[in-house]
Nanobody, 124 residues
């Protein structure tokens, strides 16, 4: 199993940047592909970005492509989400998730482990 703890959320003005971190503990981090999801108030949880075990492959939702970047540091057992040019519609609780799958995955059901989430609020 793996335990996931997100950090780095907060309040930012539109056009600003934030970097989220997700620290993993437990089983060897490099055996998991990782993803970021978000859930806005009153809405379903949506896929944001994913990264393969090695970090060599990434996948993004169209809504964040070109603005967000997912990376990972296997030596630190941490995955990051760099968010630039942020918009009010990026406001949500952001979750990281882990899967033992070999590729990058968008669907939520592919992920086995979830963090508790971190709030991101973007003011207009």
């Amino acid at each position: 199993q793996v335990q996931l703890v997100e950090s780095g959320g907060g309040l930012v003005q539109a056009g600003g940047s934030l970097r989220l971190s997700c620290a993993a503990s437990g089983r060897t981090f490099s055996t998991y592909a990782m993803g970021w999801f978000r859930q806005a108030p009153g809405k379903e949880r949506d896929f944001v970005a994913a990264i393969s075990r090695s970090g060599g492959s990434t996948l993004y939702a169209d809504s964040v492509k070109g603005r967000f970047t997912i990376t990972r540091d296997n030596a630190k057992s941490t995955v990051y989400l760099q968010m630039n040019s942020m918009k009010p519609e990026d406001t949500a609780v952001y979750y990281c998730a882990a899967t033992t799958g070999s590729f990058v995955y968008g669907p939520e059901f592919k992920y086995d482990y979830w963090g508790q989430g971190t709030q991101v609020t973007v003011s207009a």
